[in-house]
């Protein structure tokens, strides 16, 4: 059975490109009479807000899509994120970071031909290399991130790959993201280590998104070897962009459905709009 799911942050009214990832993901899983689930990803607190997710449960039913219940929030998924952590603890693999971003853009000036991943430079590992004592005594006192030994991670785990539906089968390369943040000392979980804790927790077996984040499935396929979680496939999508060929801002107030619902726009006109086909 498909089971699919459409993963939104209530840190903003969900615009065009939130309603062609939702029909996406719905329109997949219903075509095979498989699952659409709605997945609350709420991990930013201070951005977060009450109205926001009312919002979109509000804007979801006015396209009709049908949730299951009870919805998924990751707020209250916070034992499973550290049991995940202390796991990858205990195989060598996460080390403490005490650097700010404005030290690792110096340190990645000073690098020079720093090496570069899908989001701009990446992290030059300043704080892999200190001691356990050293990390002990700053952690007592500093703010920290948790990352993730990237190399190790891919000598634990060898060759990797996922299935892309339509291009087939993708070689992982593991050190895409370098050594990606896991967790901070303020919030028990990044995206990276979240979404494939969650995704495997609610059975998924199709991830259905948006194509800027088709690099991330690399390290997310790591992520998942390494925990023994199952490999969903994965289906990126067209991204919907606006007049300026930019996507779509939950800052753009005139282009959220909860304004287009305001001039009496129609489900059925927005699947027009967004070259869906009516269900």
């Known amino acids: 059975m498909i089971v699919t799911r459409f993963a939104p942050s209530p840190t903003g009214f969900l615009h065009l490109g939130h309603a062609f990832a939702a029909l996406t993901a719905h329109d997949a899983a219903h075509e095979a009479g498989g699952r659409f689930l709605l997945r609350i990803e709420d991990l930013d ?52 970071c005490f650097c700010t971003r404005k030290e690792i853009t110096e340190e990645v000036a000073r690098a020079g031909e720093a090496p570069h991943g899908p989001e701009g430079p990446l992290y030059p590992g300043t704080c892999r290399a200190l001691s356990k004592d050293e990390r002990t005594e700053r952690m007592k006192r500093e703010p920290y991130a948790l990352r993730l030994d990237a190399a190790k991670a891919a000598v634990q785990t060898g060759a990797l790959s996922f299935e892309e539906r339509g291009r087939g089968t993708i070689d992982v390369n593991p050190l895409l993201f370098g050594d990606i943040v896991l967790a901070r000392k303020d919030m028990p979980s990044a995206y990276h280590l979240a979404v494939v804790i969650d995704d495997a927790y609610q059975d998924v077996t199709l991830v259905t998104r948006g194509d800027d984040l088709f690099a991330a499935t690399h390290v997310q396929r790591l992520l998942q070897a390494l925990l023994d979680l199952p490999a969903p496939a994965y289906a990126h999508h067209r991204l919907i962009l606006d007049e300026n060929g930019k996507k779509f801002s939950k800052r753009d107030r005139a282009a959220t459905l909860r304004a287009m619902r305001e001039t009496g726009i129609t489900p059925e006109q927005i699947r027009v709009r967004l070259n869906l086909t009516s269900r």
């Open 45 to 96: 607190q201070a951005r977060a807000r009450p109205e926001f997710e009312t919002a979109i449960f509000e804007d979801l039913t006015w396209l009709g899509l049908e949730r299951e219940e009870p919805v998924l929030r990751q707020s209250a998924r916070g034992a499973a994120y550290p049991a995940a952590l202390k796991r990858l603890n205990g195989m060598g693999l996460v080390y403490p």
